[in-house]
């Protein structure tokens, strides 16, 4: 847990002296937690646009990438409660940077 690579990245950000006074697992939860002052933190550029109380402070470009997969049995993509979660996938994250698409 020690060497998660966005919490490497946090304490190189934060420099020296600074300790964690934090944790969770909740982007929503980190996000309230940074407007309200408690401090740096990493969450998804998506949550987070749009809100001028914060401040990146990283580039541009962001630093991690994640990849989110939905994996069913072939036999099973026809079914009406993956195709509710498929199209939830494709409107929640389809507007997003990057690739989103069927997978192999």
Same mark, same amino acid.
């Not at 697992?25 to 309230?32: P, R, T, W």
């Not at 630093?63 to 939905?70: A, P, Y």
């Given at each position: 847990y020690n060497h998660f690579e966005p919490e490497e990245w946090l304490k190189r950000m934060q420099g020296e002296g600074h300790r964690v006074c934090l944790?969770?697992?909740?982007?929503?939860?980190?996000?309230?937690?940074?407007?309200?002052?408690?401090?740096k933190g990493i969450v998804p550029d998506f949550l987070a646009a749009g809100k001028s109380d914060?401040?990146?402070?990283?580039?541009?470009? %962001?630093?991690?990438?994640?990849?989110?997969?939905?994996?069913?049995? %072939?036999?099973?993509?026809k079914l009406a409660r993956i195709e509710a979660v498929v199209t939830w996938l494709l409107d929640v994250f389809g507007s997003l940077p990057g690739t989103l698409g069927p997978g192999p």
């Open positions: 944790r969770a697992n909740d982007a929503s939860f980190v996000l309230q937690a940074i407007r309200t002052g408690v401090g914060i401040t990146r402070i990283s580039g541009k470009q %962001p630093e991690f990438v994640r990849t989110l997969k939905l994996l069913h049995q %072939p036999d099973m993509r």
